[in-house]
């Protein structure tokens, strides 16, 4: 892999060349040097690890809290604040010849980019690759890079449509109700449409099948759980929906290339 300059505010641990792009992990602490206004020449993309921060960015003042992932244009100026001493990020700088390749407008990503809920776990397995020293390690983090911005549901984000209502509350009863009993034809009923309307066009807005889109959320609870909190592995996989730790154990690593153990030293 190339040797990519640093890019991001903060201490960039280790950090790869990827097709033109940096991947980093970054850890950041209370520091002036790394609060001041600021902004990149390129795109990027970057996933809170663990910690919190403040920042204002697109006039707002947001409260960063793990798990949040975010996507900022080239040259938008923002600035970060109130690192707390644990704070950690995967930071990739996406070169403008890349962003050029994948055909997509950086509005249309910044809309769509951050709500897609498999983007963070291929962030998590593009993490992975920054220590693959492989003879393969470069082709496939090539592949997750391409992956991150080409789901299934690309058109919708090449042309920058969005969900039609009825997915757009879906979607939100999904993420507000996974742990409670879900039945197709209550669902057709809050959102309005036939069953078999959901049925056909689920994985057309949601780039998987429903049962694997709900994983894909209890996965995502479990993240902050384990990389924030001193919980037992056995109470968060209860917490999250699983019957039993084994079987959190096999779909956590099956959906983001981790054992739950190795994703809490990291």
Request: some cysteine; overall charge positive.
């Amino acid at each position: 892999m190339t040797q990519p300059i640093n890019t991001f505010l903060g201490n960039n641990h280790i950090n790869k060349g990827v097709n033109g792009c940096t991947i980093a992990l970054t850890s950041y602490h209370t520091n002036p040097d790394f609060e001041d206004w600021h902004a990149h020449q390129n795109a990027s993309m970057s996933f809170l690890l663990n910690g919190t921060h403040n920042e204002t960015l697109f006039g707002k003042n947001l409260s960063r809290l793990p798990g949040d992932v975010k996507f900022i244009p080239a040259g938008e100026m923002h600035q970060c604040t109130r690192y707390c001493n644990n704070a950690q990020k995967i930071n990739i700088d996406l070169s403008t010849d890349f962003m050029l390749q994948m055909n997509n407008t950086e509005e249309a990503l910044l809309g769509t980019i951050p709500n897609i809920l498999s983007t963070k776990i291929t962030l998590l397995k593009l993490y992975q690759h920054l220590y693959d020293s492989s003879n393969h390690a470069d082709a496939s983090a090539e592949l997750l890079l391409y992956e991150l911005f080409n789901p299934l549901n690309k058109g919708l984000i090449s042309t920058g449509k969005i969900m039609p209502k009825w997915a757009e509350t879906l979607r939100d009863l999904l993420n507000d109700e996974w742990n409670k009993p879900l039945h197709l034809t209550d669902l057709a009923k809050k959102t309005g449409v036939h069953p078999i309307t959901i049925s056909r066009y689920f994985p057309l807005y949601f780039s998987t099948t429903l049962g694997k889109y709900l994983n894909l959320i209890k996965i995502d609870k479990s993240l902050q759980l384990i990389r924030n909190t001193r919980l037992p592995l056995t109470e968060i996989a209860y917490f999250c929906g699983f019957a039993d730790q084994a079987h959190f154990t096999r779909t956590f690593k099956a959906v983001t290339g981790y054992l739950p153990k190795t994703f809490r030293k990291i």
